[in-house]
């Protein structure tokens, strides 16, 4: 190979256990296509497929195939198929990609169809498993090429030194031929159930791909095993899932950062951020949008929800709990383990307005710093799921007041929030800092729920001008 044709490193490997896996096909459970691609014309694809066309047993060289012929024709010559000009009519054909597809697994090699026979229709199954390799400009569609062994060939540099191949049939190919047939006589058996030892660094349908071609090479010994690996590694050992959903959910991992929480909008803002990603011209030169952006996330089960950045208007968007999964599954960490996160409790100053119109700001803590403090009013029964409780005492109703209220420090809203004096969601609530404590009220229902000092001879509460009650001036402001 290496006489002919100039190749990427480790194809020189890959080829010629790709041709031995031809002769001994039929002793396979999986049959690796072999994908020869380039980024233009000119880079040695049609040298590469004649020498395989001299090379393989009963091979058959075809610049275009139509798909009620390609499954009749394997059927009734079990030919090693060679299918140069792939571009040319593959990526169009979801027929042609099914029928090619149905291929990888001998257990599964089959399509079925009607054919008339005595005037009659009947069904008819027809075999689909023979070794084939494709042969085409820039990339194959995501299924076939998931199921390849990919050569990527480029145009050949002045300086660098191959010898012309003369198009036709010869000793040397025919001495080579023979080689492989007796090896295959020889050594065929041995690779019926060969489980070989695959690289970790090999995806679960690389790792399929290639160990046909390992069983291979650990039949021929020496040093092919580890030439085999090392190619099996440099060839696919490195490749990324190339879908676009999956090119997202990585995407939306690097965008997440150590966020807990993101906005769609502003999920789609750093999406599109990168004018040369895909997804700042993904419409039509036109960027991405928050309605495709949950579409394409749906279809991984990832649905939007309510969520309330710290420091940020809620909205709807998306959570980092609901997306990990998928992203250990489908595009893991270098190291195969998800991100650290950081799950401490963090807390950030409350700014709300004054009656005088000025801002107060109050940075609060977790509320074991907090002094305990009770007020003692007949109106404080009530508490939605616990949310708040306070007494005069400072014995066990005020410790429980104190852990009730702890769940809201810590960042734990019901969801949506909820006045906690009467208890609806609707309008939403304000978050007021009170008493070391972060609760949501109503503006209507404040005075209601913080009450009075009448010891201080204020009267009002927060809507009556400037007479706050004493104990709320020194907490709030």
Known sequence: MRKYILLPAGADIAIPLWILH???????????????????????KTSAMILLLFLTPRSEL???????????????????????????????????????????????????????????HVAKRFSTWAPKAIALIKALPETLADRSVTLRLMRKPKA??????????????????SQAARWAADHGLKLIDADPPVPDTLHDRAAD?????????????????????????DLSGVE???????MLLADVREAFGADTVMRSSDLVAKLTADPEGPWAEYNRGKPLTQRQLARMLGEFGI????????????????????????????????????????????????????????????????????PPYGSKMDDL??????????????????????????????????????????GSPKPPPNQVAFDGFSIWLHRCCEAKYLGRDEDDGLHGGLDDGPDIPAFLRRRVS
């Open 209 to 233: 791909n290639w160990r046909p071609l390992l069983a291979i090479a650990d039949l021929a010994g020496g040093d092919w095993p580890a030439l085999a690996r090392k190619a099996a590694c």
């Open 240 to 246: 990324e899932d190339g879908s676009l959903g999956v």
């Open 62 to 120: 075809a610049a275009n195939v139509s798909t009620a012929s390609i499954f009749r024709y394997i059927e009734a010559e079990h030919p090693t198929l060679l299918i140069d000009e792939g571009d040319s009519f593959l990526s169009a054909n979801d027929e042609m990609r099914g029928i090619l597809n149905s291929g990888h697994t001998k257990a599964g090699a089959t399509v079925i169809r009607v054919e008339e026979r005595d005037g009659e």
């Open 381 to 422: 029964s009530y508490s939605h799921a616990d949310l708040y409780g306070c007494t005069d005492e400072n014995g066990t109703e005020a410790d429980e007041g104190r852990a009730d209220q702890e769940s809201v420090g810590n960042g734990a809203v019901p969801h949506p929030p909820v006045c906690v004096h009467c």
């Open 303 to 370: 649905i939007s929800d309510t969520v309330h950045p710290q420091g940020l208007p809620q909205g709807k968007g998306y959570k980092r709990v609901d997306l990990q999964p998928q992203w250990e599954a489908y595009c893991p960490s270098e190291s195969g383990q998800p991100p650290l996160q950081d799950h401490s409790p963090s807390f950030q100053a409350y700014e709300r307005t004054n009656v005088d119109g000025t801002h107060t700001t109050r940075d609060f803590s977790s509320v074991q710093e907090a």
């Open 160 to 177: 660098a030194q191959v010898e012309r191949l003369r198009k036709r049939d010869s000793s040397e190919f025919k001495r080579l031929r």
């Open 22 to 44: 031809a002769w001994t096909h039929d002793n396979c459970e999986i049959s690796p296509i072999l994908t020869l691609t380039s980024p233009t014309k000119r880079c040695g």
